[in-house]
């Protein structure tokens, strides 16, 4: 049994900064793509951020330059650093992680950014 756990959300000011963190635990093996999806009220789930086991990483547009992904492979863990966060960042932010060929899901930390 796959698990995704997230972390780190909480309410921060526009301007400010979050860390979140998601550990896959459970019977492992083969880690590929690990991400961050978001999903505002009201609107459809977006892709925030991705990183595949190489390295290679994927931005969304509105997150470039003020987020980064990084990726601990011998944790099976990946972060999200949000930087000069934005009302508009607000949102349940859902961890990603294809693992031997199944795509997971974390259950959603709440971002909420203040004006």
């Known amino acids: 049994q796959v698990q995704l756990v997230e972390s780190g959300g909480g309410l921060v000011q526009a301007g400010g900064s979050l860390r979140l963190s998601c550990a896959a635990s459970?019977?492992?093996?083969?880690?590929?793509?690990m991400g961050w999806y978001r999903q505002a009220p009201g609107k459809q789930r977006e892709l925030v951020a991705g990183?595949?086991?190489?390295?290679?990483?994927r931005y969304g547009d509105s997150v470039k330059g003020r987020f980064t992904i990084s990726r601990d492979n011998a944790k099976n863990t990946v972060y999200l650093q949000m930087n000069s966060l934005k009302p508009e960042d607000t949102g349940v932010y859902y961890c990603?992680?294809?693992?031997?060929?199944?795509?997971?899901w974390g259950r959603g930390t709440q971002v909420t950014v203040s004006s």
């Open positions: 990603n992680a294809e693992i031997s060929l199944r795509m997971y």
């Open positions: 459970g019977s492992i093996s083969g880690v590929n793509t």
């Open positions: 990183i595949t086991g190489g390295g290679r990483i």
